[in-house]
């Protein structure tokens, strides 16, 4: 192993000088034989050896077999670091082309990846199985991991079109107008990035340019939801698609209009038809402060799931629900058929779109992990 | 030769006082123990003040040249041939004196350029350098002639039978590079081999330092040496007898040997040295042997003295050390050993970490060693001129520790 780790080190070093140029070749010869299984037929690692011994053995030549069990124990270590290394480096860049994310156990922490909300639905991390004694299933899902995001490679080399995979009584922000192109948001209402991505939308118009609609997935977690009242607002978002795919908007959210645009997006007004309930919920809990002046958001992720529930009804009220309308969408939001709905748009994230990250944007034929800025999406045909 | 300065003063070693008693080697620093002169001597200050003055003085060619420094030139390279002839007591209507790169060179442009059909068989021994074995190998081809390898007996004589040197080319060292055995009964070889039709080559590469009164007189048909393994720079000299040279059939050839040239054809020089001198040659190297024999010869004597005392000194106490295996019988100016419990090429550079350096590896005598005794590396420590008492001491000493640690 002392000539591969020599080899890469000369490697490194014949870079900055030429000195060592002319040793690669010893050093390639070598370690491509050990490589290869082969014994090393130069005298390149004894000489690397012996240089490294030969200050030992002026000194104390008894320390000359410790000092050479050693240096064969570090070269083996340095080897493994490097392959081990190496390995973490093809699958790091692997998962940042295919999901947005260095690390698929907990894709936040990847300083590589856009930023977002992510979906640790990664297996056991190595390091945990190890240390609850599972060797073998720490390989066993490292590879396996390894193999998902490989054979994901596909996918992210062909052309998405986001209306495959818009609902069918899918809503459309600002309203669908024939000739645009779709796009698609996987979004979680508690996530501050998806908060951003809306109003990065208002901001480059990009919602007046493309028929804008979204899957709610709620991110779930192995103690609860990431975000505690994001599956309650999903369930809502849902139901109320539901009912006003038969019924339409109430006759309020025509008397109002679309929400006006907030200072922070300084985008002008959507015209046309009215604004479904649904995107007037998202728009108020991603651009707007309650009378406190904290954003809806981040109220509505502090909230007890009552006082949660207690804001959607007044929202709805606000938007030109009666008590009666408000109940029937409460039931709704409670009925298996919206969770089936909601399991669903899961399955359609986890299993087809497989993204890791929130918000994902499926726009202009490409899938886009995590947060969108303002000039890519003005970008975005 | 000396480290740069920031070296040697990292290894705490000091250059040696002008009054030193290594004579001609002042320049030397008191921490460097070389021990490989059977590869290449060192220079003393006479040889690299004579080269370092014709580089600077009258750099010019040789031959043909009509100006100052040109005749200069030719008038000391002639001097030059003339004291080789001269250190070998070798007469000059019998003997031409050439120049070449070194020894295996000028073996080597002997025994390819050997008429065919002349000589029945070539002989050589076991015990030969790669010089000898290798090119008797691709002469022995060339020619369509067996090639017979003999054993020399313990004193280093040749174990022929008589019938084997009948036409044949002989091809032997004086004395071997691996335990510094002179080759005994060297002259009646050369006698019987040429009574018989034979001729004999010699190669004198280590016996020209060593022991150049046993080359004297001993009536060979060519004998090549190495300026670099007597004290001078880089360059090898054969002695051979004009008729030997005249014979050759020349396959090397180019300017400096011919005197016309026709469409397809060309006379040769009718000075027979030129055989085995085409092209320019090394005009200051050679030179500069005439100065490293002006200094070694007068001083042959006590050095191969003093030599043959610190070969004893070496000799005894490698032989008393644990773990370490002498090749040699008797003690000699090279002497080469296999140590037990380490390699012998980390031996080396663990001895060159302390200053000592010696020679490891089979020497160029894979046959012998390798081949026919199955010896892995060796270690050689070979005494020249400038080697002191302190010198083998150190490398005692140091040797010593090692072999007793490791």
Known sequence: MLCVVA??????????????????????GCAWRRVTFRPCDTTFRDDVKSSMLAPVATR????????????EVVAWLMVVSLIVSLFILGRSGLNLFVYGTCDKQDAQSCSLAAEMCSIDAGPIGFWDS??????????????????ETIAAVPSRLRSWDAA?????DATYLGGYEAGRPTAIEIIDPGCRFCAQLFRNMRASGFDRTHNVTYLVYPIASDTGPRFANSPLVASYLTALRAVEAQAGPPEATEATGAPEATEATGAPEATGAPEATDWVILETLFSEKNADGTPWQVWMNAATTGEARTQLHAWLEEAGYDDDGVAEIAALAASPQTAATLAAARTTVEDEIQTLAIPSLIAGGRLRSGLVDVDTLRGID | MAAPAPLRSLFGRSRRSPGSSRDGFDYLAAGDVYLDSACQTLRPRPVIDALTSYYTGYGACGDRARYAWGRRVDSEVAAVRDRVLSALRASPRRYACAFT??????LNLLLQQLPRGRYARIVTTHTEHNAVFLSTITAARRLGTPRIVVDRGLDGSVLVREGDLVDAVVVVSAMDNVTGTVTARLAELVTDVQRRGGIVIIDAAQAAPHALSRLRGVGADAICFSAHKMYGPSLGVVVATRELL????LAFVGGGQVSAVEDDGFSLLEDVRTRLEPGLQAWGEIIAFGAALDWFLPRAGRIGE????????LFEGLAALPNLRLVNAVASPVIAATPDRVDAHRLAVFLSQAGVMVRSGHFCAHHWLQDRLGLGPLVRFSIGAHNTEADVDRALEVTGRLMKGL
């Open chain 2, 306 to 313: 003093e030599e043959a005392r610190l070969g004893r000194r």
């Open chain 2, 246 to 249: 005249a014979s050759l059939d």
């Open chain 1, 130 to 147: 190890v240390g609850s004694g599972d060797l073998v299933g720490a390989f066993g899902n490292e590879f396996a991991s390894l193999g």
């Open chain 1, 60 to 71: 104390a030549p008894r320390l000359v077999a410790p000092a050479s069990v050693a240096i």
């Open chain 1, 164 to 168: 495959d995979y818009a609902a069918p």
């Open chain 2, 101 to 106: 790169l070194n020894t295996t060179y000028g």
């Open chain 1, 7 to 28: 080899f890469v080190v000369v490697l490194v070093l014949s870079a900055v000088s030429a000195r060592y140029r002319r040793l690669l070749g010893r050093a390639w």
